[in-house]
């Protein structure tokens, strides 16, 4: 994290510093500076990776903020999606100003301050595109992008130096949805008037062509509907409320009901259905529940999981977890959803549990089950010819996706292969970059803080960073570590499970017996877990580490930090 000092900015200067979501995918967060007025765009979260322990959520390091806090007048949101919009009850206690989104975008973000205990309603200001705010000395206006959910805008912000576009995250869809398209014609408009500066969104940058649209997985899910013999399980982000709307199309066609499957899911179908966004017809949606009253080849589930969560209802569906939905030989899963980086050991062992319950799984790479929500090179492109900008700073995205985005950028406005010299310059940031404009250009004029901040969620709040967290974590509890051998091939114990503490404090005589009860627990928490979950090392660490805590928490009244040793013999 670098601390240095934030340098003065003259009066006449625009000040805009990206907080999160240049050289990552995720975190994404922008502050935008004239004079005494900021303004933050997007506030997203970033998902910890497998080796960070008890981290459930990244957001930005928010030091800078706390430096203009008086100077934080709006929070914009450019959309709905986890990471532009995760961190917002951490950023709201931050500043006293509006909230402006989308009422899909402000729907989605009420129950997370409820968790939070934040009562923000007349804070938060719903917009539909081609309005605009004022905010101090800045016009913020909202244009409508098509993306992979709802309500999605791009923002054209005007300060007294000139016009900056933000694009967010977008495709360019010309038979969307819900029959609002991308407002090519708003970004030809401001590129005729004059454009500062563009920051772009890089994602797909490295992909040629054009991102087909959402229409383009009908043919292999019609596919699907008539020729699964039992039921059809659909494990798919639970943003994606187009696909959403593609399927309970298809189910209301080919006679299925739908079920919705995990809470997040469940949360965001009655968001999209309560704001017009989701049509379910009457008769056809069905609870959790009711799937086992139907025969399988009446039912569509559509599932959390799509990334091989441990907790989400694929993952628990897959080792006949579930309460309510079991696979069955003539099923078919599919997961309809791009793999995380990072993600494809989960999935992979998600996939092989549901093979051994007898059903089939389908993906992107059988069928063609997905399109991506970020627009390829060619969207790139015509965007870049349509707005015509100054200057262009590629946003989200790793710095290899920046780096090729600003170089496409050169070759779009000066030409290949001509001796004309690029008409615009590109800035290539990273997060905590001062990026200023004034009358003699723009620059990178400086360093501000910038990080990450590690959450979890269940307990400690915000932390540093890992070692901090782990430092408090032991300085209050102790740790415990639990090594327990499991045979590779029956998944049963071998020997007992070994315990050892340190830091933890034991009542006068209590160790031998808490340590051979909590071993004894360990042996029947094992032993009562399915074939599955005792070969799957991942589920089984999650399953004791989860266990641990609840006894030594009944028997002690501390939270010792717990570390599963799983070893396969």
């Known amino acids: 994290m670098n601390q ?48 960070q322990l008890g981290v459930d959520l990244i957001i930005p390091d928010l030091t800078y903020l706390e430096t203009r806090r008086n100077q934080v007048k709006a929070l914009i949101l450019t959309h709905g999606h986890e990471d532009h919009i995760g961190a917002v009850a951490h950023v709201l206690p931050r500043f006293d100003g509006p909230v402006y989104g989308t009422a899909m975008t402000l729907a989605l973000i009420e129950p997370k301050l409820e968790e939070h205990g934040i009562d923000a309603d007349d804070r938060l200001k719903t917009v539909k595109p081609r309005e605009t705010v004022v905010i101090g000395p800045l016009t913020v206006e909202f244009i409508r992008v098509t993306h992979s959910m709802p309500d999605c805008v791009a923002l054209a912000i005007t300060a007294p130096i000139g016009t900056i576009v933000h ?82 199309d298809l189910a209301v066609q080919f006679e299925r009901k739908v079920a919705f499957v995990g809470r997040s899911i469940v949360k965001n179908a009655e968001i999209a259905q309560r704001l017009g966004f989701l049509r379910v017809p009457a008769g056809v949606q069905i609870r959790d529940a009711d799937v086992p009253s139907y025969a399988s080849q009446d039912v569509l589930c559509l599932a959390t999981g799509s990334q091989g969560e441990p907790q989400a209802a694929l993952s628990r569906i897959s080792i006949d977890d579930h309460r309510f939905v079991r696979l069955r030989a003539d099923d078919i899963v599919v997961f309809s959803a791009r793999a995380i980086p990072g993600n494809e050991q989960a999935i992979a062992r998600t996939m092989s549990h549901i093979a051994r319950r007898g059903a089939d799984v389908v993906n992107d790479s059988m069928k063609h089950v997905h399109v991506s929500g970020h627009g390829s090179a060619e969207e790139l492109k015509l965007v870049l010819s349509l707005v015509r900008p100054r200057y262009f700073i590629p946003i989200h995205g790793e710095y290899r996706q920046l780096s090729q985005h600003a170089r496409v950028a050169q070759r779009v406005m000066g030409g290949v292969g001509g001796s004309t010299a690029p008409k615009l310059q ?33 307990r400690i709040g915000e932390v540093g960073d890992e070692v901090l967290r782990d430092r408090r974590h032991l300085a209050a509890d102790g740790v415990v570590i639990a090594v327990v051998a499991i045979s590779r091939q029956s998944g049963l114990l071998v020997g007992d499970p070994e315990l050892v503490a340190r830091g933890f404090v034991f009542g006068e005589g209590e ?21 599955e979950e005792r070969t799957d090392q991942g589920l089984m660490t999650e399953k004791l580490r989860g266990a641990l805590r609840r006894f030594f928490k009944k028997r002690s009244g501390r939270r010792p930090l717990v570390l599963p040793v799983l070893m396969e013999i």
């Open 4 to 51: 240095s000092a934030v340098p003065v900015v003259s009066p006449a200067t625009l000040e805009i510093v990206p907080l999160g979501g240049l050289g990552e995918f995720g975190m994404n967060m922008m502050a935008v500076s004239w004079e005494d007025t900021t303004i933050l765009i997007d506030a997203g979260v970033m998902f910890p990776d497998p080796d």
């Open 426 to 458: 590109v800035l290539l940031a990273q997060d905590g970059d001062i990026i200023q404009f004034d009358t003699r250009g723009a620059r990178i004029g400086g360093k501000a803080p910038a990080g990450r901040v590690l959450i979890d969620v269940t």
């Open 511 to 531: 160790e031998a017996p808490m340590f051979k009860d909590a071993a004894a627990m360990i042996a029947e928490c094992v032993e009562s877990s399915s074939v």
């Open 167 to 248: 694009t967010g995250d977008f495709k360019i869809d010309q038979t969307p949805i819900d029959g609002e398209h991308f407002d090519l014609h708003r970004f030809a408009e401001l590129g005729a008037r004059g454009v500062l500066a563009l920051f772009a969104d890089s994602t797909n940058i490295d992909r040629k062509g054009f991102t087909g649209p959402e229409i383009e997985v009908i043919d292999a899910f019609e596919e699907l509907f008539s020729s699964t013999p039992g039921k059809l399980v659909v494990a798919l982000f639970s943003s994606s409320i187009y696909r959403m709307q593609l399927l309970v």
